[in-house]
């Protein structure tokens, strides 16, 4: 099993451009979650699903969208980065309430 | 609103010297709480979780956790830290949309 992995690893953006975060999971998890990372904040909820076709948002979901067409994948998308996005994010998946979630390793994304 | 304080950015402590982490929590019912560790460039992994039951939690590498509703505290600890416990640890609280602490780095001195 990979886990959860996540494509790409870093990425550099000028302000203005577009991407699509990746995430997948092999574990067949309900719950799929993205989360930011900034130093001293620890980590933030951006936007989460429940199953496969629906997404919700979470504490920082401005300026991001989501969409769970497959059960196995959870797509993040910038539609016009800022620099304020510059940071760690991460994907994590879980069963379902209560248990593990468990993380990817990370994308680096820089806005100039 | 659900909250998770850890009021110690920096810890450093010499090998073999016994560790405790500090976990405050503010959450409106029983709370799911997590210990996450973090090291430099890597993914979130799991070390331990409490719900209900036993109040004091074994989790991997040698960590345990208190869970105490009275002071809202989940503190993590271990007695004996290694070298390759060098890393960011981070409490959290929630059903599945958790709320992370700001973490605390771990320095361990040889």
């Known amino acids: 099993n990979a886990g959860v992995t996540q494509t790409p690893k870093f990425r550099v953006l000028k302000t203005g451009q577009s991407m699509t975060l990746l995430c997948a999971q092999d574990?067949?998890?309900?719950?799929m979650y993205w989360y930011r990372q900034d130093p001293g904040m620890g980590l933030r909820l951006i936007h989460y699903?429940?199953?496969?076709?629906?997404?919700a948002k979470g504490e920082v979901p401005d300026g991001y969208n989501v969409s769970r067409l497959k059960k196995q994948n959870f797509l993040l998308g910038l539609e016009s980065a800022a620099p304020s996005q510059t940071s760690v994010y991460f994907c994590a998946s879980s069963y379902q309430t209560g248990n593990e979630q468990y993380f990817g390793p990370g994308t680096r994304l820089t806005v100039t | 609103a659900q909250s998770v304080t850890q009021p110690d950015i920096h810890i450093t402590v010499s090998e073999g010297a016994s560790l405790e982490l500090r976990c405050n929590y503010s959450y409106g019912a029983t709370p799911y709480l997590f210990w996450y560790v973090q090291s430099p460039g890597q993914g979130l992994q799991l070390l331990l979780k409490?719900?209900?039951?036993?109040?004091l939690v074994q989790g991997i590498k040698g960590f345990e956790a208190e869970f105490k509703r009275s002071q809202s505290s989940f503190n993590l600890r271990k007695p004996s830290v290694h070298w390759s416990d060098a890393a960011e640890y981070f409490c959290?609280?929630?059903?599945?949309?958790?709320?992370f602490g700001a973490g605390t780095i771990l320095r361990v001195k040889s």
């Open positions: 699903s429940v199953g496969e076709g629906t997404t």
């Open positions: 409490y719900f209900s039951g036993d109040t």
């Open positions: 959290a609280v929630g059903e599945y949309k958790l709320v």
């Open positions: 574990m067949n998890h309900e719950y």
